[in-house]
């Protein structure tokens, strides 16, 4: 089991910034694809970013250049740097890990197996 709970979220201005955090714990050894999920105020959840156990990672391409993944792998935490944020940005964010490596698929949500609670994310103009 692996259990994962997402902090930093908040609202900010438009071409604000902000830092996710999503804390794993269990047996994250087991985990391999890592991402960030989030899902629009009466929209369907969508990927974001994806890291996979190599350090590779994917981007969606609404948030390519605007929003990095990174892991440390002491602290056990998954980030999500956000910057120059926009309204359309506004949503619950969540985090999500994998028993398998990252693939095409990373951006669907039956490619993970664990997900935390969410944190809310809102951008105003």
């Known amino acids: 089991q692996v259990q994962l709970v997402e902090s930093g979220g908040g609202s900010v201005e438009s071409g604000g910034s902000l830092r996710l955090s999503c804390l794993a714990s269990?047996?994250?050894?087991?985990?391999?694809?890592r991402g960030w999920f989030r899902q629009p105020p009466g929209k369907e959840r969508e990927g974001v970013a994806a890291?996979?156990?190599?350090?590779?990672?994917s981007y969606a391409d609404s948030v390519k250049g605007r929003f990095t993944i990174s892991r440390d792998r002491v602290k056990n935490t998954l980030y999500l740097d956000m910057t120059s944020l926009k309204p359309e940005d506004t949503g619950m964010y969540y985090c999500?890990?994998?028993?398998?490596?990252?693939?095409?698929?990373?951006?669907?949500?039956?490619?993970?197996?664990?997900w935390g609670q969410g944190t809310q994310v809102t951008v105003s103009s």
């Open positions: 890291l996979d156990a190599d350090g590779s990672t």
């Open positions: 269990g047996y994250t050894y087991s985990q391999y694809c």
């Open positions: 999500a890990t994998s028993f398998k490596y990252c693939s095409e698929s990373w951006s669907q949500e039956s490619e993970y197996n664990n």
